[in-house]
């Protein structure tokens, strides 16, 4: 299968809504990262880690190494929040990233 | 924040041409990245490089070679374009840390059509 899995491939949340997006990979990776990918193409980075959790404003990303996992969970969801997210996980020491497929979220008012 | 741009951000090539493209970053990052990214996949790693004058294959390197001529510079060049080839190409430039693991910042992107 593939070494990135994410989940769902695509949501739908109404404003103001939560919810969660879920990045599973096969082996032990040594770090996470997300992106938000914008209408005009544009990745932005939102989180970086190595291990735990980390919170920015209505994100908020956990990086589980062991269990080979880690999420995105969005509370109070605005439309600038429409995009496709992307995980990306780093093996080795080498520096590289393996992406996910990516989630389509599509934010309604 | 690190800097990372890219040229053209636009480009229409016919099959059998070539095609450079260019990434600059200004954050004296060790490494370098180039990616593709089509409809259906997430982005792909062609080639990459860990400093001036190296330069690694990635998963998918068929088809490019890329050039690292200084730490700011990082090219990708297509030999003998191929419409297979149609896709968004993404630099990226990261920290290079032992033992641990580096973030890494994306340029705008370029949209390369070859017809």
């Known amino acids: 299968g593939m070494p990135v899995e994410q989940n769902p491939p695509a949501l739908s949340l109404y404003e103001g809504a939560e919810s969660g997006l879920r990045c599973n990979f096969s082996?032990?990776?040594?770090?996470v990262q997300w992106f938000q990918q914008n209408h005009r193409g544009r990745l932005i980075t939102l989180f970086y880690?190595?291990?735990g959790t980390k919170e920015n404003g209505r994100l908020k990303s956990t990086f589980n190494s062991k269990e080979r996992y880690s999420t995105l969970h969005i509370k109070d969801a605005q439309l600038e929040d429409s995009g496709t997210y992307f995980c990306a996980v780093e093996e080795g020491n080498q520096g590289k990233l393996i992406f996910g497929q990516g989630t389509k979220l599509s934010i309604k008012p | 924040e690190a800097a990372v741009t890219q040229s053209p951000r636009n480009k229409v090539a016919v099959t059998g041409g070539k095609v450079t493209l260019s990434c600059n970053q200004t954050n004296n990052h060790n490494n370098m990245y180039w990616y593709r990214q089509d409809t259906g996949h997430g982005l792909r790693l062609i080639h990459y490089s860990y400093g001036a004058g190296s330069t690694e294959k990635g998963d998918i390197p068929d088809g490019y070679k890329a050039s690292r001529p200084s730490q700011e510079n990082f090219s990708l060049i297509l030999e003998l374009a191929t419409p297979s080839q149609t896709s968004v190409y993404f630099c990226?430039?990261?920290?290079?840390?032992?033992?641990?693991?580096?973030?890494?910042?994306f340029g705008p992107g370029t949209r390369l059509t070859v017809l």
């Open positions: 082996t032990t990776m040594k770090g």
């Open positions: 990226a430039s990261g920290d290079a840390r032992a033992g641990g693991i580096a973030e890494q910042f």
């Open positions: 880690l190595a291990q």
